[in-house]
């Protein structure tokens, strides 16, 4: 079946830790997105990619890094510098489509949590 | 800014009843609005995309409206059941030069009791 399947579903972050989550898709789309979710606020956007090798920052990219190397995968790095890093993850993806009017679908998250 | 409101933030109902969600939205150039659904602990599941020039789509017992002049959106949803239990989400995608993307609400926590 096509989907975006982000990995793992938990993860542990200690003190100055980095901790990448993965996200991969088989849908074929061309941009990818990451989004944070926090309790009691709408989702917001951190980094965003429209084609291989390029990415652009979202709202809240600071303490963040993101790569785009293949078509299919759109890693997301929390860096030590993310001070509040605990929080709900979502990749998303969508067929760039002219005027960007293609639906985005989404994985099913991660959740990051301070040890 | 691109400012999205969901209206009421949360709402409880029987089973059976036909209910509305609210949506509303600050500025009115935008490419389309879409409604997500999402389960505790998971993520969005597209329920409905609506292009601008659009004024209605309709899945199942969903039915969404567009008034992109009133900056208002609603998801109608008929003969509520349990399984409607979730948080409703909408997102719209402003208009603008280069890529937009998308802009969400906070969403409506909707609880249909047996």
């Known amino acids: 079946d096509g989907g975006i399947t982000q990995s793992p579903k938990y993860l542990f972050r200690k003190e100055g830790q980095n901790v990448t989550l993965s996200c991969e898709q088989n849908?074929?789309?061309?941009?990818m997105y990451w989004y944070r979710q926090d309790p009691g606020q709408g989702l917001r956007l951190i980094y965003y990619?429209?084609?291989?090798?390029?990415?652009q920052k979202g709202d809240i990219a600071e303490g963040y890094s993101v790569s785009r190397e293949k078509k299919e995968s759109f890693p997301l790095t929390v860096t030590s510098a993310q001070k509040n890093p605990t929080a709900f993850y979502l990749c998303a993806s969508s067929m760039s489509g002219s005027q960007g009017n293609q639906p985005q679908h989404f994985g099913d998250g991660t959740r990051l949590s301070i040890l | 800014k691109q400012e999205v409101t969901q209206i009421p933030a949360a709402l409880s109902v029987p089973e059976g009843e036909n209910l509305v969600l609210n949506c509303s939205f600050t500025?009115?150039?935008?490419?389309?609005l879409q409604w997500f659904r999402q389960d505790p602990g998971k993520g969005l599941t597209s329920l409905l995309l609506?292009?601008?020039?659009?004024r209605e789509q309709t899945s199942g017992r969903l039915n969404a409206s567009l008034d992109k002049s009133s900056g208002r959106s609603t998801l109608y949803i008929a003969a509520s059941q349990p399984g409607d239990s979730a948080t409703y989400l909408c997102a719209v995608r402003p208009l603008g030069s280069g890529y937009s993307t998308l802009t969400f609400g906070k969403g409506t926590m909707l609880l249909v009791s047996p």
């Open positions: 500025d009115s150039a935008i490419y389309n």
């Open positions: 849908l074929n789309h061309d941009a």
């Open positions: 609506i292009q601008s020039s659009q």
């Open positions: 990619s429209q084609i291989v090798n390029d990415f």
